[in-house]
C-alpha cells in the first residue's frame, strides 16, 4: 500500500477502554492502539448506568477504573486521547450524578477532549441543548458531540450542542452509518461555516466549501450509498426550482427563494422542466449548455414538451433527454449511430442468460454486434457498445449507474406503459435520460441511447465544444 500524506487531516485510532478484571498491559485492544504509531486515539466507554451492568456486567466503579486506567495508559506511552462517553444522553436522563462520574474520571486521567454521545439517537434538540450547557459549565476541557439519526435530529443536535459550548463534531459524510445513520457532516459543515460563522475548515478559506458537493458525490460513489435528491445542500434538488412562480421570482432575485448561493457549496441552480416551469426553465436550460434559442425555437420546444407529458413523460429528473430535444429544435442534434434493429432472448438452461444482437448503422456502415448479460437491457446494452464502442471509444468509460422503472397507467396491468430513467456517470459528470414505451425492453434501449447520444454532443468534444 503506497504511503498517503494527509495534510488537512490528522489520524486517529478507535478503541475502547480496557476489559474489565483485566491486566492492562495485556489487553488486546489497547495493545494494537499503541503499535499503530498513530498520534491520536479515540476511545469509547460507558456512561449509562444500564450498559454497566447489563451489558458489561461489571460494577459502577470498575467502569470508572477501566475508563481512567484506559486513558491513563495510553497517554503514558505517547498518545492524546479523546474519550467517547458512549450513550451519554440516555446515561444522563437515568443518573445524572453517575454520567458526570465517567466524564470527571475521564478528564482527570487526561482526556484532552470528552465527547458526548447520543448513541441511540433519540434525543431531541431541546435536551441536548440543555445537556450540553450543563456539561460545558462544569467541564473546562474541550467538549465534543457525536450523534446518530433515529429521531431525524442529528445534525440538529450537532448544531445545538456547538451553540451550547461543544467545540469537536463528529459525524460521517452524507450521513453514512448503521441504523439511520450518523450527523452528516455535508449538511454540518455549512451550517456551521454559512449560518453560525464559525471557521471550520484549514484557515478559514472560503473557497473550500466549494468542493462539499464534489466531495460527497465523490463519496457516494465510491461507497455506493445513494445521495437523495432532495439532500440539503449537496442534492440535486436542492437549488432545483419548478414551479412558475417560483421561477419567474428566481430569475428576477436568486434570494427570494434560495437560502444560501448554491455556488457557496459547489452545487448548482436548477430550474426544473415540466409544464409548471414553463418557458424560463427551457431558456435556462439552454444557457446552461452554452445556447440561445429563438422565439420560434423556444415556442416548438415548450409544446413538445408539454406533448411528452401528456403521453407519461417525467421530465424533470431528465435533463438530458431535454437537452437533445433543444439540440434538435434548435437544428445540432446528431444522432452519430442508429439502431436499425435488435433481437434479444433470455433462457433458463440450467443457469440464466441473456444474449442479444443489434444491427447499427455507423457513419454509413452496417454494424452487426452480439452482447450477453444478466437480463434482456444488460445484454441489449453489451451489444451496442461492442457495436459503436471501437467509432466512439468514450462510450467505453460510461457507467450506467442507475436504472428505475415505473408503470405510467396501471389499468392495463402488464401491458401498460412503461416510464424508464437511465442515469450514467462519466469521469466526473452524471446525467438522465427517460423514455416511454409499452415495451418495457424498447423503453429502456431508447433511453440507454439517448444517454450515449447526450455524451457525444454534450460532453465529449462534440458539437457543442467545437461551436
Not at 449509562?48 to 459502577?60: D, M, Y
Not at 444491427?359 to 452496417?366: E, F
Amino acid at each position: 500500500m503506497k504511503n498517503i500524506t494527509l495534510v488537512n487531516s490528522e489520524l486517529a485510532v478507535f478503541g475502547s477502554t480496557r476489559r474489565k478484571n483485566f491486566d492492562i498491559d495485556h489487553d488486546p485492544v489497547l495493545q494494537p492502539l499503541i503499535s499503530s504509531d498513530v498520534k491520536y486515539a479515540v476511545i469509547f466507554g460507558k456512561s449509562w448506568i444500564l450498559h454497566v451492568r447489563e451489558v458489561l456486567k461489571t460494577t459502577p466503579e470498575e467502569n470508572l477504573n477501566m475508563v481512567s486506567e484506559t486513558i491513563e495508559y495510553l497517554r503514558s506511552h505517547g498518545m492524546e486521547v479523546l474519550f467517547d462517553a458512549e450513550h451519554f444522553f440516555d446515561g444522563w436522563k437515568e443518573s445524572r450524578e453517575y454520567a458526570l462520574a465517567v466524564l470527571r474520571a475521564a478528564v482527570e486521567a487526561g482526556a484532552r477532549t470528552i465527547v458526548l454521545c447520543d448513541t441511540n439517537g433519540g434525543a431531541l434538540p431541546s435536551e441536548v441543548l440543555s445537556i450540553v450547557r450543563e456539561v460545558r459549565s462544569i467541564f473546562s476541557v474541550p467538549l465534543g458531540i457525536h450523534t446518530h439519526n433515529d429521531a431525524g435530529c442529528a445534525v440538529a443536535n450537532s448544531l445545538v450542542a456547538v451553540e451550547a459550548g461543544a467545540r469537536h463534531v463528529q459525524g460521517t459524510f452524507i450521513g453514512l452509518g448503521e441504523r439511520c445513520g450518523n450527523a452528516d457532516l455535508a449538511q454540518i459543515i455549512p451550517a456551521l461555516r454559512l449560518k453560525m460563522g464559525y471557521t471550520v475548515l484549514k484557515d478559514g478559506d472560503p473557497d473550500r466549501l466549494k468542493k462539499l458537493t464534489e466531495v460527497a458525490r465523490l463519496i457516494s460513489g465510491i461507497t455506493g450509498f445513494h445521495i437523495s435528491p432532495n439532500h440539503p445542500y449537496i442534492g440535486r434538488n436542492a437549488f432545483a426550482h419548478k414551479a412558475g412562480v417560483h421561477i419567474d421570482a428566481i430569475i428576477k432575485h436568486p434570494r427570494t427563494y434560495e437560502h444560501i448561493d448554491p455556488d457557496a457549496v459547489g452545487n448548482e441552480r436548477v430550474l426544473s422542466i415540466s409544464e409548471l416551469g414553463g418557458r424560463a426553465s427551457i431558456m435556462d436550460l439552454a444557457r446552461r449548455v452554452g445556447l440561445n434559442l429563438s422565439k420560434e425555437e423556444l415556442t416548438s420546444v415548450t409544446e413538445a414538451v408539454k406533448r411528452m407529458e401528456a403521453e407519461g413523460y417525467h421530465l424533470e429528473p431528465a435533463e438530458a433527454t431535454v437537452t437533445l430535444l433543444i439540440l434538435k429544435h434548435h437544428g445540432m442534434y446528431k444522432e452519430f449511430f442508429e439502431v436499425k434493429n435488435w433481437w434479444v432472448e433470455s433462457v433458463n438452461i440450467g443457469k440464466k442468460i441473456s444474449r442479444a444482437i443489434v444491427t447499427i448503422a455507423v457513419n454509413g456502415d452496417i454494424v452487426t454486434a452480439l452482447g450477453e448479460g444478466v437480463g434482456p437491457v444488460h445484454a441489449l446494452d453489451e451489444a451496442l457498445r461492442n457495436g459503436v464502442s471501437a467509432r466512439f471509444p468514450a462510450l467505453k468509460d460510461v457507467n450506467l449507474s442507475d436504472y428505475k422503472v415505473y408503470v405510467v397507467d396501471s389499468k392495463d396491468g402488464t401491458a401498460a406503459f412503461i416510464r424508464v430513467f437511465t442515469e450514467f456517470t462519466w469521469r466526473d459528470k452524471s446525467w438522465v435520460t427517460t423514455h416511454v414505451s409499452n415495451n418495457i425492453i424498447e423503453a429502456s434501449l431508447s433511453a440507454i441511447i439517448d444517454g450515449y447520444r447526450y455524451l457525444l454532443l454534450v460532453l465529449e468534444p462534440g458539437l457543442l465544444s467545437n461551436k
